[in-house]
Each structure stands twice: as C-alpha cells, then as structure tokens.
C-alpha cells in the first residue's frame, strides 16, 4: 500500500511539474492581430469587403480540386483491376482519362493556366 501511494506522490509531482513547464513555456510574449482574429486568410475582417481577388488563385484552387479529385478515382480503379474483366476495366478508365484530358485542353485553349494575363 505504502508502495502504490509513494507512486500515485511521484507520479502526481512529475506530471505537475510537467504541466507547470508547459504553461511557462507556451506563453507568448507579443500578440498577433492576424492570429487572433478568427479568420487567418489574410484579409482584415473589419476592412472592406469588396476587395479584389485575383481569379487565378481560384482557377489554380478549382483545377488542383479536379486532378485531386481525379488521383481519387483512379487509384481503387487500378486496385480493381484484378477483379474485373479487361475490356470493361480498360474501356471505363479511358473515357474517364479522356474526359479529364478534354477538360485539361479546354481550361488551357480558354486561357486559364496563363498567369500573364
């Protein structure tokens, strides 16, 4: 009994000390307004609201989402290969790659992946 309670003592001390250390540790001497505001974007939530936004972040954002996507679907469709008969396998994974491709040249004929302009 002596035992169980000199270790619940040492075990106590040292996790109060441990937890003494952290909170000396983890204070922060000068306060961000940008980190305590709730929104870390960037942009002041109390300026003005119509602010301009480059178009091309939101393109890079939207086509990043379509080959994110894109890596999403192929990889199970390759773990199912040895699952399913060929021909339909194969035809299925080329009309999908063959409307991913279309869509790819249409963005880059229309000027979407130009940073120039």
């Known amino acids: 009994m ?8 040492l075990i106590s ?14 204070k922060k001497s000068n306060i961000d307004l940008q980190k305590s505001s709730p929104f870390e974007c ?3 939530p109390i300026s ?4 301009p936004f480059s178009i091309h972040f939101f393109l890079i954002a939207v086509i990043f ?5 894109e ?18 396998w194969l035809m299925t ?4 790659l063959l409307i991913l491709m279309l869509g790819l040249i249409h963005e880059w ?9």
């Open 48 to 51: 003005y609201k119509r602010m």
């Open 71 to 88: 890596v999403i679907i192929i990889i199970p469709s390759i773990l199912t290969f040895k699952y399913s008969m060929l021909f339909y």
């Open 65 to 69: 989402l379509v080959f994110d996507i």
């Open 93 to 96: 994974l080329i009309l999908f």
């Open 109 to 117: 004929l229309n000027g979407m992946l130009n940073w120039t302009n």
């Open 42 to 44: 960037g942009f002041n």
């Open 13 to 26: 001390v040292i996790l109060m000390t441990m937890f003494t250390l952290v909170l000396i540790v983890s």
């Open 2 to 9: 002596k035992l169980l309670l000199l270790n619940f003592l």
